[in-house]
């Protein structure tokens, strides 16, 4: 099969080619949906010099008080696909409050970078459909479907809302664009 997932070292990587300076990265989950996707982010974070902050959620409506406390202790605020968390009813506070307190916040997908995420990585769909066909050549070709590995995306697109980076006061070199999609 093949994964949609993006590997938290990826988006790491990605969050410093828009901002180099940061040193902690902040994450509100629900240890009970997400523990294991955050254990794995701890590491990436580490591989990537950088220090992730976990605060724990268990109900959508202590998201706010959450959040908060990550407020001075961050340099910037990275979600994982968690349904605690990311509820309709604290997605407006989670976007209002990183503006408002000049957070830099990375999203799950490109609604989110629309809705003023400063910036979020998306599969490249073609590419995850040649990685699709690939596998399926190699099980018309005979192999075991047992023996095949579940590929993970080779390409991530990076989406950048400039009108965001304007608003927390954050300067993109356009070198540090290249091949993003830039919402204005």
Request: net charge positive; hydrophobic share 45%; glycine share 6%.
């Amino acid at each position: 099969g093949a994964s949609l997932d993006i590997s938290p070292q990826t988006q790491f990587e990605a969050m410093r080619t828009i901002l180099p300076q940061i040193k902690k990265i902040g994450v509100i989950y629900n240890p009970q949906e997400t523990e294991s996707v955050v254990q794995q982010a701890r590491k990436a974070a580490r591989d990537t010099g950088l220090e992730l902050v976990a605060a724990p959620v268990l109900s959508p409506d202590k998201v706010p008080d959450v959040l908060r406390s990550l407020d001075k202790s961050v340099d910037a605020l990275w979600s994982v696909a968690d349904s605690t968390t990311f509820s309709s009813a604290s997605m407006e506070f989670i976007f209002l409050h990183t503006l408002r307190n000049k957070l830099p916040f990375m999203g799950l997908s490109p609604a989110f970078v629309k809705a003023g995420a400063l910036l979020a990585l998306a599969v490249d769909y073609q590419e995850v459909g040649a990685q699709c066909g690939a596998l399926a050549a190699r099980l018309l070709a005979g192999e075991n479907p047992a023996s095949l590995p579940v590929t993970t995306p080779q390409k991530a697109i990076l989406y950048v809302n400039l009108k965001t980076a304007e608003t927390l006061g954050i300067k993109i070199p356009p070198d540090r664009l290249k091949g993003a999609v830039v919402l204005r």
